[in-house]
């Protein structure tokens, strides 16, 4: 059974980091490309990150692009997301995903965690 | 800026059928967006429905289909029940450096 499990979320001062984990576990973590979605409260999706199943290939939405950070260890089955000067509008439940195949990037989803950036 | 634009929301008679869709400000929707559609109940993570046009996950009941309907994408749910009651989101592919945009989202009401 495909798990996937998001820690460290938390709150954090405007201008502050914090290190989000994704911990996979049920299928062979190196073969899948990752992805990072999140939701503000009392709104929709958004994606966030991609990343591919050798971290050859790295994407980021315009919003966090030069901020967020997304990495991987293929040996730890772990999935990352550093985010550094964060801002308010950065508040939000932040899910990680797991490729399907088949053009379906977001076919598993963990349960997500909330990140709060308020002073 | 890319916008993807779905009904903000919907209602249906349980039984009945309905079908969402999902625009792109860039043009027609055609399957090389390779549009994915999502369900998400309150308090709950999003489930994926649908993938690449109108693949169902091995999860998805048979009561959901998706297509391309007049340079759109759209999902449609026949024989609606009442736990069909969601949010529905579309996800579009772009390429690129920012690869996929997801809708706004749609309410469905079951009453």
């Known amino acids: 059974e495909v798990q996937l499990v998001e820690s460290g979320g938390g709150l954090v001062k405007p201008g502050g980091s914090l290190r989000l984990s994704c911990a996979a576990s049920g299928f062979t973590f190196s073969s899948y490309s990752m992805n990072w979605v999140r939701q503000a409260p009392g709104k929709g999706l958004e994606w966030v990150s991609s990343?591919?199943?050798?971290?050859?290939?790295?994407y980021y939405a315009d919003s966090v692009k030069g901020r967020f950070t997304i990495s991987r260890d293929n040996a730890k089955n772990s999935l990352y997301l550093q985010m550094n000067s964060l801002r308010a509008e950065d508040t939000a439940v932040y899910y990680c995903a797991r490729d399907y195949g088949g053009n379906s990037p977001l076919g598993y989803w963990g349960q997500g965690t909330l990140v709060t950036v308020s002073s | 800026q890319t916008v993807v634009t779905q009904e903000p929301s919907l209602t249906v008679s349980p039984g009945g059928t309905v079908t969402l869709t999902c625009a792109s400000s860039?043009?027609?929707?055609?399957?090389?967006?390779?549009p994915n559609w999502f369900q998400q109940k309150p308090g709950q993570a999003p489930r994926a429905l649908i993938y690449s046009t109108s693949n169902k996950h091995s999860w998805t009941p048979a009561r959901f289909s998706g297509s391309l309907l007049g340079g759109k994408a759209a999902l449609t749910l026949s024989g609606v029940q009442p736990e069909d009651e969601a949010e529905y989101y579309c996800l579009l592919y772009y390429g690129g450096a920012q690869p996929w945009v997801f809708g706004g989202g749609t309410k469905l009401t079951v009453l």
């Open positions: 990343i591919s199943s050798s971290s050859s290939y790295i």
């Open positions: 860039t043009g027609a929707v055609t399957s090389g967006y390779y």
